[in-house]
């Protein structure tokens, strides 16, 4: 049995303690359509917490804080399995039923890492989104590779931060355990303030720059090499392998030696150090002390450390860890968000409030991304917003990258025929798949008049026609990877949306930025392979109308008619009224609510029955599914999962109800004995048929000729004909 082979109770045991005490959100999106393997208890314990809004940022805190602290306890765990590996590899030798054994434990440890990367990454949903949590963290997975596994994130740690060993340690841990590897480099300037008066010796600075005598020297070597074996101690304590490199990476030579004696400027950075160390799988632990090339050591900057470091390795996040948690203001005192150097740098240091320490800081951050790929961005930011910052779309610090200039123009000739091509040819998934090349392009802008936005480095490249009288369809959005990861596709969908408050786009069903699309419309459909999006438009006649008209002047390929059911529909997805009409979004299960209809416009509103309806809900084990088992009007008759077959429904007081999982086959049967009134589809896109099909053939079977009510929560049958897709007292007829 799976349940018996060695290591797996151990890893249901980690990912339990993780989360205790920890609630996950309900995310936004109506599915959750994501497979973690066969470790159930470690999915129940994910799905007893109370759900909570996304905007509930303080108790989202505390939730990933919570499963922080818990992850003191897992460590014991993961050792105790690497010394069982360690010993069994011994007994290997002796007998082959042993070996066969050390296999089957080598194979629970890797489940255990797996599962360590599943649970921690759930856990990141108590901040952001589903979707901007694995967007971000598949973008930050795939900067690295084994030629060069440091193109991560390179965090220099203040003093200060260090002062909150724990906090600092928990967020280092967070990271390591969904497989990401920062370079990290302290500093030590209030510890050693500290030991140098404790010793009678008086700090002396020059233009900012400490005095470094030999007997500052020695005393900063002391202090660098104790913080810096602190932090390592605190790491392997929660299961983090770290590594410390105290020398061997900078060369330096001598800044001033007469004026600041032994204090130097880093000539050259050797990386080799710190890609050995995560190759071997550890954490890279730097101090700021530099070497002369004849051994001489010197005290450097780790400001300056930090950026050179970067410069060497252009890694995609540069993050400067304070406990201010950014750059504020000088006037308001509000936190700056986002500065775009390329275009508010010289404003800011007009700025009467800009100065001193705050200048120094901008100066150094335009410098050291002016020589990093416009990709990387640089991160001021506390060590407990560590893991909102670099995955949620909104952050908490601030953010200062290079930034972009938009542009419109009415001819692709304004920003140079040969370039738009090249971004053709690279991006676009039309000409990728060879279903057009670069010239039937070039040869469709001729059709309409257009406009093509995007930046000045190209990175975002939209094209809107927009011929006279007719609402304007973007044909093309080519992002490359950075303008996904920058925010930049917002911002130029944006500057389309001001002159245009109607759009509307496709993009194939398989696209990559899928997602973005989604969140971005007001509305939706696939139909054979393809998606098309609007914006602007709330009434589905006039969508259809839209629809009519572009197919008639040639403006759209394929035939998305019709848009909503022909014949009265017999299928309800109910929702509040009022609400956004076709969208995407699953919203709230209600049942008869004053008001609603089954689905014809002409219907009188139902009196509201007294008698329960019995509901049956496939696939409660994700978000979706969860919230539909909490709600209080809801009497649950069935209630299906494959991962949670055999366990009660938790949480649930009406009647003891346990998780089965229902195949068509028994969906089929129990409609036709009429033991379900309602059904509720919570299953992700293309999976939802079987079930609706073996609906409908138990429902032709029941001796009162009525089937049950079903509500699909995905896109499979949103506008076929018998389907109703629309909200109570909109669905047309």
């Given at each position: 049995?799976?349940?018996?082979?060695?290591?797996?109770?151990?890893?249901?045991?980690?990912?339990?303690?993780?989360?205790?005490?920890?609630?996950?959100?309900?995310?936004?999106?109506?599915?959750?359509?994501?497979?973690?393997?066969?470790?159930?208890?470690?999915?129940?314990?994910?799905?007893?917490?109370?759900?909570?809004?996304?905007?509930?940022?303080?108790?989202?805190?505390?939730?990933?804080?919570?499963?922080?602290?818990?992850?003191?306890?897992?460590?014991?765990?993961?050792?105790?399995?690497?010394?069982?590996?360690?010993?069994?590899?011994?007994?290997?030798?002796?007998?082959?039923?042993?070996?066969?054994?050390?296999?089957?434990?080598?194979?629970?440890?890797?489940?255990?890492?797996?599962?360590?990367?599943?649970?921690?990454?759930?856990?990141?949903?108590?901040?952001?989104?589903?979707?901007?949590?694995?967007?971000?963290?598949?973008?930050?997975?795939?900067?690295?590779?084994?030629?060069?596994?440091?193109?991560?994130?390179?965090?220099?740690?203040?003093?200060?931060?260090?002062?909150?060993?724990?906090?600092?340690?928990?967020?280092?841990?967070?990271?390591?355990?969904?497989?990401?590897?920062?370079?990290?480099?302290?500093?030590?300037?209030?510890?050693?303030?500290?030991?140098?008066?404790?010793?009678?010796?008086?700090?002396?600075?020059?233009?900012?720059?400490?005095?470094?005598?030999?007997?500052?020297?020695?005393?900063?070597?002391?202090?660098?090499?104790?913080?810096?074996?602190?932090?390592?101690?605190?790491?392997?304590?929660?299961?983090?392998?770290?590594?410390?490199?105290?020398?061997?990476?900078?060369?330096?030579?001598?800044?001033?030696?007469?004026?600041?004696?032994?204090?130097?400027?880093?000539?050259?950075?050797?990386?080799?150090?710190?890609?050995?160390?995560?190759?071997?799988?550890?954490?890279?632990?730097l101090t700021s002390l530099a070497e002369t090339a004849d051994g001489q050591i010197l005290n450097v900057s780790a400001g300056i450390?930090?950026?050179?470091?970067?410069?060497?390795?252009?890694?995609?996040?540069?993050?400067?860890?304070?406990?201010?948690?950014?750059?504020?203001?000088?006037?308001?005192?509000?936190?700056?968000?986002?500065?775009?150097?390329?275009?508010?740098?010289?404003?800011?240091?007009?700025?009467?409030?800009?100065?001193?320490?705050?200048?120094?800081?901008?100066?150094?951050?335009?410098?050291?991304?002016?020589?990093?790929?416009?990709?990387?961005?640089?991160?001021?930011?506390?060590?407990?917003?560590?893991?909102?910052?670099?995955?949620?779309?909104?952050?908490?610090?601030t953010l200062i990258r290079r930034g972009y200039k938009l542009f419109k123009h009415d001819n692709i000739g304004e920003i140079g025929?040969?370039?738009?091509?090249?971004?053709?040819?690279?991006?676009?998934?039309?000409?990728?798949?060879?279903?057009?090349?670069?010239?039937?392009?070039?040869?469709?802008?001729?059709?309409?008049?257009?406009?093509?936005?995007?930046?000045?480095?190209?990175?975002?490249v939209a094209i809107v026609s927009h011929p006279e009288g007719e609402v304007p369809v973007m044909t093309k959005m080519l992002s490359?990877?950075?303008?996904?990861?920058?925010?930049?596709?917002?911002?130029?969908?944006?500057?389309?949306?001001?002159?245009?408050?109607?759009?509307?786009?496709?993009?194939?069903?398989?696209?990559?930025?899928?997602?973005?699309?989604?969140?971005?419309?007001?509305?939706?459909?696939?139909?054979?392979?393809?998606?098309?999006?609007?914006?602007?438009?709330?009434?589905?006649?006039?969508?259809?109308?839209?629809?009519?008209?572009?197919?008639?002047?040639?403006?759209?390929?394929?035939?998305?008619?019709?848009?909503?059911?022909?014949?009265?529909?017999?299928?309800?997805?109910?929702?509040?009224?009022?609400?956004?009409?076709?969208?995407?979004?699953?919203?709230?299960?209600?049942?008869?609510?004053?008001?609603?209809?089954?689905?014809?416009?002409?219907?009188?509103?139902?009196?509201?029955?007294?008698?329960?309806?019995?509901?049956?809900?496939?696939?409660?084990?994700?978000?979706?599914?969860?919230?539909?088992?909490?709600?209080?009007?809801?009497?649950?008759?069935?209630?299906?999962?494959?991962?949670?077959?055999?366990?009660?429904?938790?949480?649930?007081?009406?009647?003891?109800?346990?998780?089965?999982?229902?195949?068509?086959?028994?969906?089929?049967?129990?409609?036709?004995?009429?033991?379900?009134?309602?059904?509720?589809?919570?299953?992700?896109?293309?999976?939802?048929?079987?079930?609706?099909?073996?609906?409908?053939?138990?429902?032709?079977?029941?001796?009162?000729?009525?089937?049950?009510?079903?509500?699909?929560?995905?896109?499979?049958?949103?506008?076929?004909?018998?389907?109703?897709?629309?909200?109570?007292?909109?669905?047309?007829?």
């Open positions: 049995m799976e349940g018996d082979l060695p290591g797996q109770a151990n890893a249901v045991n980690v990912g339990s303690s993780i989360l205790q005490g920890a609630s996950l959100p309900v995310i936004s999106g109506g599915e959750f359509n994501s497979s973690e393997g066969d470790h159930n208890r470690i999915t129940i314990t994910i799905l007893q917490g109370v759900p909570r809004q996304r905007d509930d940022r303080h108790e989202a805190s505390s939730t990933l804080h919570q499963g922080q602290r818990n992850l003191r306890r897992d460590h014991m765990v993961s050792r105790d399995l690497s010394d069982v590996q360690g010993e069994e590899c011994i007994e290997e030798q002796s007998s082959n039923a042993v070996r066969q054994r050390d296999n089957t434990s080598v194979w629970g440890i890797q489940s255990v890492a797996q599962t360590d990367r599943d649970t921690i990454t759930r856990l990141l949903y108590s901040i952001g989104t589903k979707r901007e949590v694995e967007r971000h963290l598949h973008i930050f997975s795939s900067s690295s590779n084994p030629s060069q596994p440091a193109k991560f994130a390179v965090i220099k740690v203040g003093g200060a931060v260090l002062s909150n060993l724990d906090e600092l340690a928990l967020s280092l841990s967070f990271l390591y355990r969904v497989g990401l590897y920062p370079v990290v480099l302290h500093g030590a300037k209030p510890q050693l303030n500290e030991i140098m008066k404790r010793e009678g010796v008086v700090p002396n600075y020059i233009d900012g720059i400490r005095v470094t005598d030999a007997k500052t020297l020695q005393i900063a070597r002391r202090v660098f090499l104790e913080e810096n074996l602190k932090l390592v101690s605190a790491l392997e304590k929660l299961g983090t392998r770290a590594r410390p490199i105290t020398s061997g990476v900078f060369t330096a030579e001598y800044l001033d030696k007469e004026k600041y004696k032994l204090f130097g400027k880093i000539t050259k950075v050797d990386k080799r150090p710190i890609e050995a160390s995560i190759r071997d799988g550890a954490l890279p632990i450390a930090a950026g050179e470091l970067a410069k060497e390795l252009e890694p995609m996040k540069i993050v400067f860890l304070n406990n201010k948690g950014g750059l504020f203001h000088g006037v308001t005192g509000e936190k700056l968000d986002v500065i775009n150097l390329d275009e508010e740098y010289v404003t800011l240091m007009k700025e009467p409030w800009v100065k001193y320490g705050t200048k120094l800081k901008l100066r150094e951050f335009k410098e050291l991304l002016d020589h990093l790929p416009r990709l990387s961005s640089v991160a001021v930011i506390s060590a407990s917003s560590l893991q909102k910052e670099l995955f949620t779309d909104s952050g908490a610090g025929v040969d370039r738009f091509c090249q971004v053709v040819h690279d991006r676009d998934p039309e000409v990728l798949a060879g279903f057009q090349s670069v010239t039937d392009v070039l040869s469709d802008l001729e059709k309409t008049p257009y406009s093509v936005y995007g930046d000045e480095s190209l990175d975002v490359s990877r950075g303008g996904v990861l920058s925010d930049l596709m917002d911002n130029v969908f944006n500057a389309i949306k001001k002159d245009h408050w109607k759009l509307f786009w496709t993009a194939p069903a398989d696209d990559e930025n899928r997602a973005w699309h989604f969140e971005r419309a007001d509305g939706s459909f696939t139909r054979e392979g393809k998606s098309l999006f609007w914006h602007g438009v709330k009434d589905v006649a006039e969508v259809e109308k839209i629809i009519k008209d572009y197919e008639a002047n040639g403006r759209i390929e394929r035939s998305f008619l019709p848009v909503a059911p022909s014949a009265p529909p017999h299928r309800l997805v109910t929702s509040p009224r009022g609400t956004r009409g076709f969208s995407t979004m699953a919203r709230r299960f209600l049942r008869n609510l004053p008001g609603s209809s089954r689905g014809s416009a002409t219907a009188a509103a139902p009196t509201p029955s007294t008698q329960p309806e019995l509901l049956g809900l496939i696939e409660a084990r994700g978000f979706t599914g969860q919230a539909l088992t909490t709600l209080p009007p809801a009497h649950h008759s069935h209630v299906s999962s494959r991962q949670l077959a055999g366990y009660p429904l938790d949480g649930y007081t009406k009647t003891p109800v346990t998780y089965s999982n229902l195949s068509p086959q028994d969906v089929e049967s129990l409609e036709k004995s009429g033991e379900v009134d309602d059904w509720v589809m919570a299953l992700p896109n293309g999976v939802c048929k079987p079930f609706v099909d073996a609906i409908d053939r138990g429902a032709k079977e029941r001796e009162t000729g009525e089937g049950s009510v079903v509500v699909g929560l995905s896109a499979d049958y949103k506008f076929e004909k018998g389907r109703t897709c629309g909200l109570p007292g909109e669905a047309s007829s």
